[in-house]
């Protein structure tokens, strides 16, 4: 898990709040000063994002944010490049075959099914295909799941405008009182504030978040294709760590090639 | 059929009035104070629509709208992959022109159309390229379907705007009576919320609906596609079926794999 | 000759001029009241336009206006298919040679000088990239002229906005006398009128239908390309026909399979 | 020299300027009466754009803009087809290196280098490798070139807000005297105004005009590339016109095939 | 180094504090008087950048404002192809071994790995793939960078129009006194200010910087490329140099030419 995510929402949050108190305002009474405001946006932009997309989709609306909050950037890849060089060992010294006793060792079941599959004897063609097919598919719902949450975050700041112009209209409709001026148009704004509080607070960095977390659960998926596919083929295991250093940066690489050489 | 879009519009409208009525307004008695704003937002955002495309575009409008709200994302993968992995388990046994008797499970014309293809002996590479093009042309109707109300919802607030800065001149150039300056500004204020209105109470949510609606469809097309060929190609119903899996999110995989595997 | 864009933008500015007269304002009155913003937002647009690309363009921006006002989608598909099914037919019952009888049968001049390179022999992979080239060079050529109306596009609001800009500055500027405050910023907003007016009436609308007309022309010659070449290689009329309905949407490939199983 | 961009420019200037004029307002006085606007909204944009870029691009800012004014869209393409044939012909006729004597006829150093190339027996595929490497290297400069200046467009109207809304915290900080409200106000949106201007009369232009210059270049060595290794292969002149004709409009063919034929 | 950032942010801040001053505010007074607005907008644009990514993107937000301020654009170009073609002429007449003495002379790393496995043997495709793998995933790293920048620059003025509104509500909320109307009104546009400044003043410029910088790093090494396999395959001197020529801009590459023909 990687608390980077609740750690700058709540940044964002402490330091709108204490901007607030700086300032003489209260931000709870002027955040909450408007039940109807919060009915509408985020009625308005639930509701428009539902009928944007499948019932299937809805329903999958919390998982994706359990998975921004509470996911992370999986295994770091130096360990998934480490064991899959000492596999290219294995696999060279005592055969592939010999590989079977180690499949407890993988806790990924992407890395494990793709292995398994090698060691089986798939055709290389076939193997890269298929394992390239299933990423390019996961990358597909990530896609759509991370496209949900920025759909929600565009009507946020939408409904947030309907309903300050519902209000504007309403207000200066009935200008008989001036006096009521201000507080009219204050919880006209309000709308605006939680369309642009829904966006900006939560949904928009919801949205990167799980583009980013797709991004590096798709490169790590590749290291894990061609390492599968390297092992399979019998490559040299020095020529296996040459290769695969390439998805670290540079500043690490020494972690793999250092103990090579060694 | 999928009740979404109706379900979401629903509680985005409902919220909107509930939201109007919480704050002491009537939201019927000011969406529909001013007749004219409406007449000029939807006429100019469906003339201009219109004026975008051609008639054969304008004349498949309702179509659109059809499809948005009663259609679904179609049959469940899962179910598809099953049929097409008991096909293949034929296919090797009794040969491809066994299916000939099982055509009539079929419920997709496509499915259907490339199956009766691929029994009556089309070269393989032939086959795939005509169904790909069939999925490719039908993708491409799609996307110039789901466009056109993009267009529709794009220029909803640009009308708005019009007819509001419409408003603004009349009123600014009669400055004698101050006492009608709010009113006036709330009729003008009419139009922009009639074309935020069409946009994200309609027209977005029914474009982005019917690309999601697409999406699914292609997908499930080229699961086909890769299934007839796999059929017609006499692969292992096993190997079938951890192919196809790849269409599944991992969640379900085990409908598909545990059966087999038992 | 398609109806439609003359239709949509007579409904759109039709319904504009309703709307007004409905509010009690003349449209006429307020859209000519200040000509001097006219003169700004068609001379900026269409200056800057202008200095955005080349002579030849410029030249050639009537024509393209022309095109958009009269041209129209082009023959129907289903027809090109019919008449290729049956030259598919003649090729194979009669030899090539035979179809030179009748190219005066053929509207198209790229269908017909495709046809007489596949007659006199031309290579089929030279000749399928010959009018692939011809096919892409046109959509080039598309591209860039419907660009040119989406750029005027874009500079309206902007001049527009330019004008508001200097109208408020020279008001702001001698702000003795309030009664003029009213008509001063009336005045102003006409320049953003106006800037709204060409962009949403006109030029938007043109450029978006422009971008239609040659995807249809696109597709209606990938078309020709796919029938010429099938009708070259001698393809069975059966096998031209199946493939070249998916260029039809599934409705009407009846017409064309119906016939031939018949 | 294609004079279009000085005119263009010129028409923009001159219409705001007489659109100023029969409002009764002095543009000169208006835009020039805050210096202290130009200098934040034009220093803000060219000291933002160089941050942006390397010292190199900043140096050579001004060789774009002589480019977009003083240059021009090259050489009609017909006349290169037309010398294309014509070197084809005493290829076919006299051998490849009879073309040497006719090298001084060529222009353009890219045709000239590329068919010195090919008459020296380069490999045809190595040939157009080099010579589409040298093309699309050029497209990435001018790419980058068009895109610094549309940086500095962009930044105009940002520099311009930032302005403005430090004029109107400033104003609003003080605001014992309400008759100086108006004036400062005037002050504060001229650098609103001057954003406007140096984005939509100069800046966006000039990099629009320097994409369509570098597609037009591209083309033209697009057509040289098809020549030259046509030229090489000894492909029949007719054939070598039927092909390069693509490069034209439909409306400009017959120059070239009229020729040939006759 | 290439100290075009730091001078490029040193004009617009100049010409921004210059231009205050000649308007009579003191900038520093302004910017600085409500300390609640810069906390509004850093602390939530920080906030929500970091909610964007991973902890590991954060940590490394130092290391990319480094490398933009401190950063150029590296080697020259021309330097690297001399140095290719010299090592090509070497490795022609004295055979590839002969470049191991010669290691020391190269500063890239990448260029001296590349070449280091070059004289190894490695088999050219598979030599051409890892280093154009190290590239591809060199750029996605340097994407990501600057993303990260990019997504903060936007965050900046949608925190600050968050502020504004929050400022806007209180004020409106409690209008008992006009006289602190303009004061109040004056703090709540400082958020947008700050929104606005870190945004155009800072992340939009880094951000631009770094994919510059990354653009003609990844040039670079696919020179390097290019370089690299040419010699490993011994190809003429010349010709290295002709091919090469293309990564430099037409004016320079006489550097390069002129010396071989000499």
Redesign the interface.
């Known amino acids: 898990m ?15 709040f ?3 108190f ?2 003489g ?1 209260n ?1 709870i009474v ?1 955040f909450f ?5 919060i ?2 946006v ?3 932009a ?13 329903i999958a609306f919390p998982k994706g944010l359990i998975k921004a909050f509470m996911g ?2 999986g295994e770091d890849p130096a360990i998934t490049i480490k064991l899959m060089v000492d596999f290219a060992d294995v696999a060279r010294k005592e055969g592939l075959l010999a590989l079977e006793e180690r499949f407890d060792e993988i806790n990924d ?1 992407f890395f494990r099914n793709g292995l398994e ?1 090698a060691v089986d004897g798939t055709d290389p063609d076939e193997l890269r295909e ?1 394992l390239e ?2 990423v ?2 996961m990358q ?2 990530h896609k ?1 799941g991370a496209a949900f949450y920025a ?1 929600c975050a565009g ?1 946020g700041p ?2 947030g ?3 300050t ?11 008989d009182d001036p ?1 009521t ?3 009219s ?3 006209a ?2 709308t ?2 939680w369309g ?2 829904i ?3 939560f949904f ?3 949205s ?2 799980l583009r ?2 797709s ?2 659960e798709v ?1 790590s998926r590749e290291l894990m294709i061609e390492g599968i596919l390297a092992i399979q083929a019998g490559s040299n295991p020095r020529n296996v760590a ?2 695969l250093v ?2 670290l ?2 500043s690490r690489r020494e972690e793999i090639l250092g103990e090579k050489s060694a």
Chains 1, 2, 3, 4, 5 share one sequence.
Request: hydrophobic residues 50%.
């Open positions: 990687d608390p980077i995510t609740i750690i700058g929402l709540t940044i964002a949050l402490a330091t709108t204490l901007a607030s700086m300032s305002m931000p002027i000063s408007s039940p109807s405001s009915i509408l985020v009625g308005g639930i509701g428009a994002t539902a009928a944007s997309g499948t019932m299937d989709q809805f992370g950037p079941p599959l298929m097919l299933d390019f598919k597909g719902r759509s759909t009507y939408a409904f405008m309907v309903g112009v519902i209000g504007l209209v309403d207000m200066l409709g009935k200008l006096s001026l201000g507080p148009m204050a919880v704004f309000l605006t504030l642009a509080f966006a900006n607070y928009t960095p919801i990167s978040r980013k977390l991004e590096l490169a040459g290769k390439s998805f940066p540079p």
